[in-house]
């Protein structure tokens, strides 16, 4: 067995071993693992089932670590993205109105889209199209965004005088209806700090400490270690609520799986431009993510070919696109690339194996749900937040010499957190760009695909 893993993954030859690519994958997996705890936490908000959105991320996750692994032999993780399951959340069923079920359905379209554009390569197209400190801008604001959504979560920062957020936190036994009627007739947003004594906030900061204490300590798995310890502080202070029994019967999936609503999405309220422009969101926004995680964890292993691409890149691409599809299929947003797959490649993973072991597990994780509701939002809520702060590192490879470039960058990242959409920020920062090449008379610099994508945005304004 040994021998034939060997040689399909081509693990001698990559100057590796089968005790290293299952090391390798086992960190990956401990790194990454917060995901089955946060992502059914925000997905949640919107009425979807915890349990179910805690197995969805789990099998479509596995789905496609497995595609990534057996596929396209790289050694990359895949879970639903941090930042696109927010968009899902407070932008999607939120802010624009749609349901779940219909949101799922978006997701779902983005996903054949996204194996379109991958097949045709116009998904290489796009990334080309985009210019680089726009690029770089991406990850910046969803930082930002996320690290707002665990502040506001854990409760350290309050909403005020308009409390959208707070409608959302405190939305149980409210229809969906009541609850966007509530955001839209709420006042100005006033930010201003939470009552720190509160117990839930408490724990919130300890946890954030100690995430803190162990990221800077560089303690593998720190996240999830820090989740696990949170919580079990929590029980004293009476944030944790420990389950009465343990019951298999709870691992299911019938709360969401094929619940997306198709016919739904295309007959709501919402026009046919509005509809285009978010799926476009989604796919833009995972295109990117993917791509530069992608790239950049090859790079921190030394993966790269002499011309500085992924090798088995379209495959990559393609189990990314495969395992979005499914994952709507089976109740959850987006799946992307995890930066988090450093972490194994650094301990010396190089084959798809590191990527196998890490899928294996998170099928293993999927007995956990009957208990995964145990975790208090106050102990997931430090994760949001350092994940925000390390999504910033990319603002330092934006080129602050180049107005031009760096006005529609730094746009694109404040209005991320400050019009709580993602997809405005982009918007946004794509429209301003085009006009600022347009004034100057450099036309010629901007790809005919941003005229096309600026429009689509264009016409989403206008026409609310």
């Not at 479509?60 to 670590?65: E, H």
């Not at 450093?342 to 990527?355: F, M, N, P, R």
């Not at 145990?374 to 994760?383: E, R, Y």
């Not at 600022?436 to 989403?460: E, M, Y």
Request: with cysteine; aromatic share 8%; charged share 10%.
């Amino acid at each position: 067995m040994f021998n034939l893993m060997d040689k399909f993954f081509g693990i001698t030859k990559s100057g590796s071993s089968i005790k290293t690519e299952l090391i390798a994958g086992l960190t990956t997996f401990l790194t990454m693992s917060y995901i089955i705890f946060v992502n059914p936490s925000i997905l949640s908000q919107t009425g979807m089932d915890f349990s179910s959105v805690f197995i969805a991320t789990c099998l479509a996750a596995a789905i496609g670590t497995l595609i990534m692994g057996l596929y396209a032999n790289l050694p990359f993780a895949q879970a639903p993205g941090m930042g696109l399951n927010a968009f899902f959340t407070f932008t999607v069923v939120f802010g624009l109105g749609y349901t779940w079920q219909e949101g799922l359905a978006i997701v779902f379209l983005s996903g054949v889209l996204f194996l379109i554009l991958t097949l045709t390569g116009v998904r290489r197209a796009i990334i080309d199209a985009i210019p680089n400190n726009l690029k770089y801008a991406i990850a910046p604001g969803i930082g930002l965004f996320i690290a707002l959504i665990g502040l506001n979560n854990a409760g350290i920062v309050d909403v005020n005088q308009g409390p959208i957020i707070d409608v959302i936190l405190n939305s149980d036994g409210l229809s969906k209806d009541e609850i966007i009627n509530q955001i839209n007739t709420a006042g100005p947003q006033v930010l201003q700090l939470g009552k720190i004594s509160n117990p839930s906030i408490l724990l919130a900061l300890i946890g954030f400490l100690i995430l803190t204490i162990m990221m800077v300590m560089k303690l593998k798995a720190a996240m999830i270690w820090s989740v696990l310890l949170t919580t079990i502080i929590g029980i004293p202070m009476g944030v944790t609520q420990i389950p009465d029994s343990y019951n298999l019967q709870d691992i299911t999936l019938s709360g969401t799986a094929f619940q997306l609503d198709l016919k739904g999405l295309f007959s709501s309220s919402g026009s046919i431009v509005s509809i285009i422009v978010v799926i476009i969101s989604f796919t833009l926004v995972d295109l990117l993510d993917t791509l530069g995680t992608l790239i950049g964890t090859a790079s921190k292993g030394n993966l790269l070919d002499k011309d500085g691409n992924v090798p088995n890149m379209n495959k990559a691409l393609l189990a990314d696109a495969t395992a979005t599809t499914i994952g709507s299929l089976l109740g959850t947003s987006s799946v992307t690339t995890y930066i988090e797959s450093s972490a194994g490649v650094i301990e010396g993973g190089k084959t798809g194996l590191t990527a196998v072991t890490t899928g294996c597990l998170f099928l293993l994780a999927i007995f956990l749900a009957p208990i995964a509701g145990v975790v208090p939002v106050a102990a997931t809520s430090p994760i949001l937040i350092m994940v925000g702060i390390l999504m910033m590192d990319g603002v330092q490879k934006i080129d602050f010499d180049n107005l031009e470039s760096t006005i529609p960058a730094v746009l694109l990242i404040i209005l991320m957190p400050f019009t709580y959409s993602i997809a405005n920020g982009i918007a946004f920062g794509l429209i301003v760009y085009v006009i600022i090449q347009i004034s100057v008379g450099r036309i010629k610099r901007v790809h005919p695909i941003l005229f096309v994508l600026t429009a689509l945005f264009l016409l989403k304004y206008l026409m609310l």
